[in-house]
């Protein structure tokens, strides 16, 4: 499992989206201050490959951010030549429900409930989130565990970590596979009862029967063959002379001798009717020629904007321009001396109005100062009703406060009682539990030290032992059930007392978390309320100064009453005087206004007539404008006017004699149409049929005489080109008419012929009979089925022994290899049952373990420590061992690393499938050279590929490692990003500046 990137939202510290990739790194380091948030981040990947956290391997409530909701994880990951993504989410309710996705994007394969999602996760890793935490993430506290454990406690991380603790499960399915193979081999030596006790001898004599029966069928065969044969070729040589004779008869009849005369004579007609079409054809191109040319005339004069569509109208809108422009100029004029006198009149209005306006400045400036009063009365009192709204609201706010924090020191309370059932439920249980362990191991006691003899309880002296197989002896006893009964029911007392025992411990771990969930839940509301009555009380206004809440609200604000009344009764006064203002002010408006609205009467005379006259305008002079740019003039005037009528009248008769040239012209193209539409029907009717009925003809004779050709073996005649002239049709038909009078005398050649023949075949069939003894062909079906009867006898014989064969083959085979796997399944049990096979297992694991270890060590103290097999560390200086609780910090830090490298590479050799490795660790106890082989050590990890990821706060771990990924944490929670050159850089000049490096 190598990760490539990593989403997560809503876990502890993080409650915002975070996206880190890992697809380009290999040693990174993850570096922030205590508390930033690092170790979070192995909690969200251990999440989303286990569902759980790395104290509770099945639970992850616990992660979800204080203030969220929802937690939600994304990892994508690379495991078994496959890119795999896993999806995790969960509530604190149960809304929105619980998400458990886990999709391979190479080829789709979805799963979508959280058992299977753990289910695939573990069996693809190799590792179940027990092993996990003890190869692949190494939490902090648990990175010494393997150097200070107890061999006890050593051999049971061992077993964990490299799967023997799977033994058990395997000695389970070695008894089971023995019993059920035991069933089933039993099962085929019944099966192999059945079968031929030789099936290849039976199958060797079957073939002879059946080759000898098969051999006379097949000369019976061959003689019925022959003589059907015969017959069928008589037969047919029969049918072949009276197809020629037919044949020669159809020929016969669809003869057309003449057809190359009359095929002459049509080819005349035809030329001279093509003649007189081509003369009509060119006397039609030269007068559409004639007609062109005058079309071309008209469009151009069309083009011009002077054709017969543009030129009636022009002229008529010109002659009405003409009527009406001497009018229109002397209105005009009109117009323009009465909007002079009109100008006058406003300006006089105008300086009228501007003197209104200085006293209305005066009186907006007396009304202004009543408006500020007023909204300073406004004011005034809005003030007084807020702050009575907000000291009403702080009282209330202050009850809600007490009751929230009664609730907290109840939920406290009920922690501490929780607490204490735990630690005695815990001590409990803990005794419990031994004393159901110590009665499981009396049991197995009692069980395996007569384990022979139980399993001959139900046989009598002088049957065979069946573990042994020899007799029983004659004094043979069963051992008694006393002893294994009292040892179960031992047992089953102890586990009841410590199931019972673990219900309460789980009662008040459940109790305890309920109570802690309303301190967590509470508290922020405390705080919360507690904010939001100070945020109110400082809402406030200044001149109450202090606040008694205990006293009622309108004895609180009674300063701000006082002051509102002050103000109201000014305000009075200065409304008075700015109305009398405004009223005079408005006597004057009201003239100044009539004044206007007279102007604007005079106004609105002055545009309907000047509107009058543009649509006057526009309806004469104005439509000169839509006419073609050769019909315009600028400026317009009378003069122009007519001359332009002159010019336009000198078109009008060009133009009518183009147009009578046109339509004499069309006329003739009609009539030449007309003649040209009859020398068309002539030739249809005098020509076309009668030449496409007499070509029909001729190809239904070529096709017959292509039938006799195939029948009598003779070259067909060649058939008629589509594209042929008719001229060349005639020297065809000649060459056809030749061609069918030697078809004719063939086909009654080929009659004779196969008549003459179709004797022959009768003697031949004659021949046949008399040779196989036989009266008629009908008895050969008779002989052939009595042959073929004895062969599916033989054949059927045959058939089952070599069905039989492999399947007896097949299953001496099977119980010959089945039965020492069985005895072997049998010897496995026991020898597994015994115990003593996963200690020599541990013990030579743990050999391997201490070899991988000590080169880590090696290679990271330059020769200097090595493991010894009991685990103690070997000085090379002194050549003495030392027990691992002597070494100094940093020497203590790189003898763990060692092993947990060395645990590592062993999972990885077990079957673990785990590209990763995280260390959450502190690495302050090194130096810097020691440092720096520690460092070095765990890049050779990456080297096949492994994410290798450092947990610290130290600079200097950040600073020796490439790749590094700094967590911040402020008000908003924490954030990971990798850090950039000037980053890192930084990170150096602080160790610089607090005298932190050389």
């Given at each position: 499992m190598r990760p490539?990137?990593?989403s997560?939202r809503?876990?502890?510290?993080?409650l915002a989206e975070q996206?880190?990739?890992?697809?380009s790194?290999?040693?990174i380091?993850i570096?922030?201050?205590?508390?930033?948030?690092?170790?979070?981040l192995?909690?969200?990947?251990?999440?989303?490959l286990y569902?759980?956290?790395?104290w509770?391997?099945?639970?992850?409530?616990e992660l979800?951010?204080?203030?969220?909701?929802?937690?939600?994880?994304?990892l994508?990951?690379?495991?078994?030549?496959k890119?795999?993504?896993?999806t995790?989410?969960?509530s604190?309710?149960?809304?929105p429900?619980?998400r458990?996705?886990?999709l391979?994007?190479?080829?789709?394969t979805?799963?979508?409930?959280?058992?299977?999602?753990n289910?695939v996760?573990e069996?693809m890793?190799?590792l179940?989130?027990?092993?996990?935490?003890k190869?692949?993430i190494?939490p902090?506290?648990r990175?010494?565990a393997?150097?200070?454990?107890?061999?006890?406690?050593r051999?049971?991380?061992?077993?964990?970590?490299l799967?023997?603790?799977?033994?058990?499960?395997?000695?389970?399915?070695?008894?089971?596979?023995?019993?059920?193979?035991h069933?089933?081999l039993?099962?085929r030596?019944?099966?192999?009862q059945?079968?031929?006790?030789?099936?290849?001898a039976?199958?060797a004599a079957?073939?002879?029967r059946l080759?000898d029966?098969?051999q006379?069928e097949?000369q019976?065969?061959?003689?019925?063959?022959?003589?059907?044969?015969?017959a069928?070729r008589?037969?047919?040589?029969?049918?072949?002379a009276?197809?020629a004779?037919r044949q020669?008869e159809?020929?016969q009849?669809?003869r057309?001798p003449t057809?190359?005369?009359?095929?002459?004579a049509?080819?005349?007609?035809e030329?001279?009717?093509?003649?007189?079409?081509?003369?009509?054809?060119?006397?039609?191109t030269?007068w559409?020629r004639r007609e062109?040319?005058?079309?071309d005339?008209?469009?151009?004069?069309?083009?011009q904007?002077?054709?017969p569509?543009?030129l009636?109208r022009a002229?008529?809108?010109?002659?009405?321009a003409?009527?009406?422009?001497?009018?229109i100029?002397t209105?005009?004029n009109?117009i323009?001396?009465a909007?002079?006198?009109?100008?006058?009149?406003?300006r006089?209005?105008?300086?009228?109005?501007?003197?209104?306006?200085?006293?209305?400045?005066?009186?907006?400036e007396?009304?202004?100062?009543?408006r500020s009063?007023a909204?300073?009365?406004a004011?005034?009192?809005?003030?007084v009703?807020?702050?009575?709204?907000?000291?009403?609201?702080?009282?209330?706010?202050?009850i809600?406060?007490?009751?929230t924090?009664?609730?907290?020191e109840?939920?406290?309370l009920?922690?501490?009682?929780?607490?204490a059932?735990?630690?005695?439920?815990?001590?409990?249980?803990?005794a419990a539990?031994?004393?159901?362990?110590?009665?499981?191991q009396?049991?197995?006691?009692?069980?395996?030290s007569n384990?022979?003899a139980h399993?001959?309880?139900?046989?009598?002296?002088?049957?065979p032992?069946?573990v042994?197989?020899?007799d029983?002896p004659?004094?043979?006893q069963p051992?008694?059930?006393?002893?294994?009964?009292e040892a179960?029911?031992?047992?089953?007392?102890?586990?009841?007392?410590?199931?019972?025992?673990?219900?309460?411990?789980?009662?008040?771990?459940?109790?305890?978390?309920n109570?802690?969930?309303d301190?967590e839940r509470?508290e922020?509301?405390a705080v919360?309320e507690?904010?939001?009555?100070?945020?109110?009380?400082d809402?406030l206004?200044p001149?109450l100064r202090?606040v008694d809440?205990?006293?009622?609200?309108?004895a609180?604000?009674l300063?701000?009453l006082t002051?509102c009344?002050?103000?109201?009764e000014g305000?009075?006064?200065?409304?008075?005087?700015?109305a009398?203002?405004?009223?005079?002010l408005?006597v004057e408006?009201?003239?100044?206004?009539?004044s206007?609205?007279?102007l604007?009467?005079?106004?609105?005379?002055l545009?309907?007539?000047?509107?009058a006259?543009?649509?006057?305008l526009?309806?004469?002079v104005?439509k000169?404008?839509?006419?073609?740019?050769l019909w315009r003039?600028?400026?317009?005037?009378?003069?122009?006017l007519?001359l332009?009528?002159?010019?336009?009248r000198e078109?009008?008769?060009e133009?009518?004699?183009v147009?009578?040239?046109?339509?004499?012209?069309?006329a003739?193209?009609g009539?030449?149409?007309?003649l040209q539409?009859?020398?068309d029907t002539r030739?249809?009717?005098e020509?076309e049929r009668?030449?496409t009925k007499?070509?029909?003809?001729l190809d239904?004779?070529?096709r017959?005489?292509s039938?006799?050709?195939?029948?009598?073996?003779?070259?067909p005649p060649?058939?008629?080109?589509?594209?042929?002239?008719?001229?060349?049709?005639?020297t065809?038909?000649?060459a056809?008419?030749?061609?069918?009078?030697?078809?004719?005398?063939?086909?009654?050649?080929e009659a004779?012929?196969?008549?003459?023949?179709?004797?022959q075949?009768?003697d031949e069939?004659t021949?046949?009979l008399?040779a196989?003894g036989v009266?008629a062909?009908?008895?050969?079906?008779?002989l052939i089925?009595?042959?073929?009867?004895?062969?599916?006898?033989a054949?059927?014989?045959?058939?089952?022994a070599e069905?039989?064969?492999?399947?007896?083959?097949?299953l001496?085979r099977?119980?010959?290899a089945?039965?020492p796997?069985?005895?072997?399944?049998?010897?496995?049990?026991?020898l597994?049952?015994?115990?003593?096979?996963?200690?020599?297992?541990?013990?030579?694991r743990?050999r391997?373990?201490l070899?991988?270890a000590?080169?880590?060590?090696?290679?990271m103290t330059?020769?200097?420590?090595?493991?010894s097999?009991d685990?103690r560390?070997?000085?090379?200086?002194?050549?003495?061992?030392?027990?691992g609780r002597t070494?100094?910090?940093?020497e203590t830090?790189?003898?763990?690393l060692?092993?947990?490298l060395?645990?590592?590479?062993?999972?990885g050799?077990?079957?673990g499938?785990?590209?990763?490795?995280?260390l959450d660790?502190?690495?302050?106890s090194l130096?810097a050279d020691?440092?720096?082989?520690a460092?070095a050590?765990?890049?050779?990890?990456?080297?096949?590929g492994?994410?290798v990821?450092?947990?610290?706060h130290?600079?200097?771990?950040?600073e020796?490692?490439?790749?590094?990924?700094l967590v911040?944490?402020?008000?908003?929670g924490?954030?990971?990003h990798?850090?950039s050159?000037l980053?890192?850089?930084?990170?150096?000049?602080?160790?610089?500046?607090?005298?932190l490096l050389p």
């Amino acid at each position: 499992m190598r990760p490539l990137s990593l989403s997560l939202r809503g876990l502890r510290s993080y409650l915002a989206e975070q996206e880190i990739d890992f697809s380009s790194v290999g040693l990174i380091a993850i570096h922030g201050d205590t508390g930033a948030g690092k170790s979070s981040l192995l909690e969200a990947l251990y999440f989303a490959l286990y569902g759980g956290s790395t104290w509770d391997g099945r639970n992850a409530s616990e992660l979800i951010a204080d203030g969220a909701a929802t937690m939600r994880v994304r990892l994508t990951f690379r495991c078994a030549d496959k890119t795999w993504q896993v999806t995790r989410t969960i509530s604190r309710s149960s809304s929105p429900p619980s998400r458990h996705e886990l999709l391979c994007l190479d080829d789709g394969t979805r799963h979508d409930s959280r058992t299977e999602v753990n289910t695939v996760i573990e069996k693809m890793i190799g590792l179940d989130y027990r092993a996990f935490l003890k190869t692949v993430i190494l939490p902090q506290g648990r990175f010494q565990a393997l150097l200070y454990a107890t061999p006890k406690d050593r051999t049971e991380i061992l077993k964990s970590v490299l799967g023997l603790d799977q033994l058990d499960t395997i000695r389970n399915t070695a008894q089971i596979s023995h019993e059920r193979l035991h069933h089933l081999l039993t099962q085929r030596i019944i099966e192999r009862q059945k079968l031929l006790d030789d099936p290849p001898a039976a199958a060797a004599a079957a073939t002879r029967r059946l080759h000898d029966a098969g051999q006379r069928e097949a000369q019976f065969t061959d003689a019925r063959d022959t003589a059907r044969g015969a017959a069928a070729r008589r037969d047919g040589l029969l049918a072949r002379a009276t197809a020629a004779g037919r044949q020669e008869e159809l020929l016969q009849a669809a003869r057309q001798p003449t057809a190359a005369a009359v095929l002459g004579a049509l080819a005349s007609l035809e030329k001279e009717i093509r003649g007189e079409q081509k003369t009509c054809q060119d006397a039609t191109t030269e007068w559409q020629r004639r007609e062109g040319a005058l079309q071309d005339t008209v469009d151009e004069a069309e083009r011009q904007g002077r054709g017969p569509s543009i030129l009636p109208r022009a002229i008529a809108i010109v002659e009405t321009a003409r009527e009406q422009l001497p009018n229109i100029d002397t209105d005009r004029n009109r117009i323009e001396a009465a909007d002079l006198r009109l100008a006058e009149d406003r300006r006089v209005v105008d300086e009228h109005a501007a003197g209104l306006v200085e006293r209305a400045t005066v009186v907006g400036e007396a009304e202004e100062a009543a408006r500020s009063a007023a909204d300073s009365v406004a004011a005034s009192r809005e003030l007084v009703a807020s702050q009575l709204a907000v000291v009403a609201s702080a009282q209330s706010l202050r009850i809600a406060l007490h009751g929230t924090e009664s609730e907290v020191e109840g939920a406290r309370l009920r922690i501490k009682q929780a607490e204490a059932a735990m630690e005695e439920s815990a001590a409990q249980l803990g005794a419990a539990k031994e004393r159901q362990i110590a009665a499981d191991q009396v049991l197995e006691a009692v069980m395996r030290s007569n384990s022979a003899a139980h399993a001959a309880a139900a046989c009598q002296p002088g049957q065979p032992c069946p573990v042994c197989s020899r007799d029983l002896p004659i004094t043979f006893q069963p051992p008694p059930e006393r002893e294994v009964g009292e040892a179960r029911a031992v047992l089953a007392t102890a586990t009841a007392a410590a199931k019972e025992i673990e219900g309460r411990h789980g009662a008040a771990v459940l109790s305890r978390r309920n109570a802690i969930e309303d301190v967590e839940r509470l508290e922020p509301r405390a705080v919360a309320e507690r904010q939001k009555l100070a945020l109110v009380v400082d809402r406030l206004a200044p001149q109450l100064r202090a606040v008694d809440l205990d006293q009622p609200a309108d004895a609180v604000v009674l300063p701000l009453l006082t002051i509102c009344v002050a103000e109201e009764e000014g305000l009075e006064e200065q409304g008075k005087v700015a109305a009398a203002s405004r009223e005079s002010l408005a006597v004057e408006a009201a003239k100044v206004d009539q004044s206007r609205r007279a102007l604007a009467g005079r106004q609105d005379s002055l545009t309907a007539d000047r509107l009058a006259l543009d649509q006057r305008l526009r309806a004469s002079v104005g439509k000169l404008e839509e006419l073609p740019e050769l019909w315009r003039l600028d400026p317009v005037t009378v003069e122009g006017l007519d001359l332009l009528l002159g010019t336009a009248r000198e078109w009008e008769v060009e133009l009518k004699a183009v147009t009578d040239q046109l339509t004499a012209a069309r006329a003739q193209i009609g009539e030449l149409g007309d003649l040209q539409a009859r020398l068309d029907t002539r030739h249809l009717t005098e020509v076309e049929r009668p030449v496409t009925k007499l070509l029909h003809a001729l190809d239904e004779l070529v096709r017959r005489a292509s039938e006799t050709a195939l029948l009598v073996g003779h070259q067909p005649p060649p058939p008629r080109s589509p594209d042929d002239e008719l001229p060349t049709s005639v020297t065809w038909a000649a060459a056809l008419e030749d061609t069918v009078a030697v078809l004719l005398r063939a086909a009654r050649d080929e009659a004779a012929t196969a008549t003459s023949q179709a004797r022959q075949a009768d003697d031949e069939i004659t021949e046949v009979l008399s040779a196989a003894g036989v009266d008629a062909m009908e008895q050969f079906d008779r002989l052939i089925i009595e042959a073929a009867a004895a062969a599916m006898v033989a054949q059927t014989d045959l058939d089952r022994a070599e069905r039989e064969t492999p399947i007896a083959s097949d299953l001496d085979r099977r119980i010959e290899a089945a039965t020492p796997l069985v005895d072997a399944l049998r010897e496995l049990s026991t020898l597994l049952a015994a115990g003593r096979f996963q200690a020599a297992v541990v013990a030579r694991r743990q050999r391997a373990l201490l070899g991988l270890a000590t080169d880590q060590l090696l290679a990271m103290t330059a020769g200097r420590f090595a493991f010894s097999p009991d685990f103690r560390i070997i000085d090379r200086h002194t050549s003495q061992p030392r027990d691992g609780r002597t070494l100094s910090g940093g020497e203590t830090f790189l003898a763990s690393l060692a092993l947990a490298l060395a645990v590592v590479d062993l999972a990885g050799r077990a079957g673990g499938r785990a590209d990763a490795l995280l260390l959450d660790e502190g690495f302050g106890s090194l130096d810097a050279d020691t440092l720096a082989e520690a460092l070095a050590a765990l890049s050779r990890q990456t080297l096949g590929g492994r994410l290798v990821a450092v947990i610290s706060h130290m600079r200097a771990v950040a600073e020796n490692i490439g790749d590094v990924l700094l967590v911040t944490r402020d008000e908003s929670g924490s954030q990971a990003h990798w850090a950039s050159m000037l980053e890192r850089g930084r990170l150096v000049d602080e160790d610089l500046d607090g005298g932190l490096l050389p």
